[in-house]
T-cell receptor, first 114, second 114 residues
Framework: DQQVKQNSPSLSVQEGRISILNCDYT??????FLWYKKYPAEGPTFLIS?????DKNEDGRFTVFLNKSAKHLSLHIVPSQPGDSAVYFC?????????????FGKGTLLTVNP | DAGVIQSPRHEVTEMGQEVTLRCKPI?????LFWYRQTMMRGLELLIY????????DSGMPEDRFSAKMPNASFSTLKIQPSEPRDSAVYFC????????????FGPGTRLTVT
């Protein structure tokens, strides 16, 4: 059973517009959430994270929003650039002794068109 | 730093053969992770080492899989005997402090078992 779900396998956006990638989770023990970005033939690279004590975290063009009651998080990229075209993975971890364990969604392929 | 190094980048082997995947983590990182990515299951944690000691191998699919970390700068993932369903991309990742610091991923090894 998937505990982290990214229901959109792909998303296409025009350059300069906002990209919104969504992620849902089912495990209420998750308290730390991350987004990773992956280019073809490379490993995932860390993009941004958020703790469950916050509802928003911003880093430049990237903002992650967390809605704990809905068990939903989203990544906003504004403005989108062609170089942002990649697969984006949402990941979650719990607290305590298992905080090392990341559970990943299956990813969303973002294409930013010039 | 060169980042996490994995070898080989591609491996094609026949069913029943032994396969060994190699990983060199980032110098100074105390935690090492092996992941497997498939279309069906996405990115899954196979095993986690802390200070060269296996802490969690609950993700290792079966006894045909084994992993070792003889020292802080080297780890192997072995599959013996290999089967076609083992075909996947295998990633190694390392972090300074598991659960507190981001994980840095290697480029992966694409394994094809025919």
């Amino acid at each position: 059973d998937q505990q982290v779900k990214q229901n959109s396998p792909s998303l296409s956006v025009q350059e300069g517009r906002i990209s919104i990638l969504n992620c849902d989770y089912t495990n209420s023990m998750f308290d730390y959430f991350l987004w990773y970005k992956k280019y073809p033939a490379e490993g995932p690279t860390f993009l941004i994270s958020i703790s469950s004590i916050k509802d928003k975290n911003e880093d430049g063009r990237f903002t992650v929003f967390l809605n704990k009651s809905a068990k939903h998080l989203s990544l906003h990229i504004v403005p989108s650039q062609p170089g942002d075209s990649a697969v984006y993975f949402c990941a979650a971890s719990g607290s305590g002794g298992s905080n090392y364990k990341l559970t990943f969604g299956k990813g969303t392929l973002l294409t930013v068109n010039p | 730093d060169a980042g996490v190094i994995q070898s080989p980048r591609h491996e094609v082997t026949e069913m029943g053969q032994e396969v060994t995947l190699r990983c060199k983590p980032i110098s100074g990182h105390n935690s090492l992770f092996w992941y497997r990515q498939t279309m069906m299951r996405g990115l899954e944690l196979l095993i986690y080492f802390n200070n060269n000691v296996p802490i969690d191998d609950s993700g290792m699919p079966e006894d045909r899989f084994s992993a070792k970390m003889p020292n802080a700068s080297f780890s192997t993932l072995k599959i013996q005997p290999s089967e076609p369903r083992d075909s996947a991309v295998y990633f190694c990742a390392s972090s300074f402090r598991a659960g507190f610091d981001e994980q840095y991923f290697g480029p992966g090894t694409r394994l094809t078992v025919t």
